[in-house]
């Protein structure tokens, strides 16, 4: 990439982070991203009615153990919709806002501008979802835990490794919705079959796992999940393997999204 | 000039096709737009806005080949560069001011801050917009919005302005200021390529038209080019006089003359000629002789509208 073209990569930066995270359609995003946070504050509310949480919860290990299921939570759900939501109105939003036209008349190639729009998008989804996977990760810890305990160093390390997943996944789950948002006009069917993929994931056989994303934040993710049903759902994968295997599928996803957009036309009547 | 610097400075479509499927948009054009203002003509449907998106980069032509000063339209680098173009999408990105807009794409051009920041009050400046940029577009009149498009073409200095429609919504004063505009940037040597309905306008604007009918360019030239090969339709000139009853009697002697006739409606006589160099040769010595007081003499039927009307035979919405 040449400086202007980093230079391009800026300004489309700075019109997409504005859009993203002020913009109309960024609502949708923060109510997303406050589930899990909601979910955490009726946990707290309903644990200090009753006089104080399950057994199994308490201490900074119950902490852990609370946080590990709700990760899941997190990572299937709150992460999955957030990126739909995002990368499949990167383009889409777009076209539907009868707006891409802008971008199209600038000096700028193609590709660029998908790297450009992917980069921010994948600014805002980490933003939103990782600062949301923080919080409820300090809060559950401080309540659980204790305050001094959320905040000790080895509490704050495996936070790190969590928001760690969180970006990731941002970055596999972002690529593959704006692609399919360059290629398909309807976006909730393929966002359906694709979370039907993802849910189902544990169950395929093991060399269409991995044809998936899950399947590699799971080996990612810094705790083991709990003896029982979410025990099933997990997937023991190197790190060696997890991490190269998202950025390889991240690429690769990209190349096709740039290649798509090459050939993508401005025809909004027949939208 | 040679074949290759003539394409270096014009617009160039080689037989041209654009099909949406399997409905025409346009067909099988060839043209070389030259420097100037150059208008795009014809009805709804004729194709004007799809030419105007093919040498712009946003459409790919289903065949042949477009230049534009010798970029092609999939080079994004080299042609976003080169034009500016003023859709007729009354759309914008949500919640943005004009300036924002403006300073926005500058920076996704590559300008820097500075750069940027110049060129939007620049380009807000010349289209009278300085006021209200720091409004959101959302709040701006139909006007003000056609303005702040042409901001955003006309921002980056391009050397080839397309312009669909950029007259409508505006105001009589700020027509007569884009007008003048218009003709500022074809003067110093800038492609303008315009397509309206408002033919009288096209009429006084225009170095050269591209008349469209259902995708296909039926004629192009300046007007009086135009007119003057359509040997079907004699030209018809209206002469305001003191006596144009002996005046009529008299022309009718010029072989060239097919019909002369006192139009009440227009107030003077009007010849019909097949040969106007010939015409007003006769002419002179006819009102010489004659003593007859001549108030004016002008082409009655030289201009887009007739024009148009004789090639596709009336029935558009052009007017």
Redesign the interface.
Known sequence: MNALQVAQVRGVLRLELRKGLLGRRSLPVYLIGLLPLGATFVFVLVSTLVGGPPQEFRGAGGAHLFFIAQFQFILRFVLYVGCVWIFMNLFRGEVIDRSLHYYFLTPIRREVLVAGKYLAAWSTASAVFGGSTALCYVVVHAYLGGTSSALSAPVLAVLGQYVGVVLLGCLGYGAVFLVVGLFLRSLIVPALVIFAWESLNTFLPAFLKKISVVFYLQGLIPLPPPDGPVSILAEPVSVWIALPGILLFTALTLVAAGWRIRHVEIAYGTE | MDTQARHEDAIVFDNVSKF?GEVLGVNRVHLAVPPGITSLVGPNGSGKTTLM?LM?????PSQGTIRVLGARP?D??????L???C?Q?D?????FTGRE?LY?????????AQAAAQRTDRALERVGMTEPSRRRIASYSKGMRQRIKLA?ALAHDPRVLVLDEPLNGLDPMARAEVIALFRDLAAQGRHVIISSHILHEVDLISDQVVLLHEGYVVAEGTIRNVRGEMEKHPLQILIRCDRPAQLASRVFEVDSVVEARIDEERGGLLVKTKDAERFYLAFNHIVLENEVRVEAVAPADEDVDAVYEYLIGGGGDQA
Do not use: I, K
């Open positions: 949406y998106n712009t980069g946003l459409l790919r999939d994004p680098e080299r042609l976003g560069a034009v500016g173009y859709t999408f759309s914008f990105p949500r919640g807009l926005g794409y500058l920076r996704v051009h590559g300008y820097d955003q």
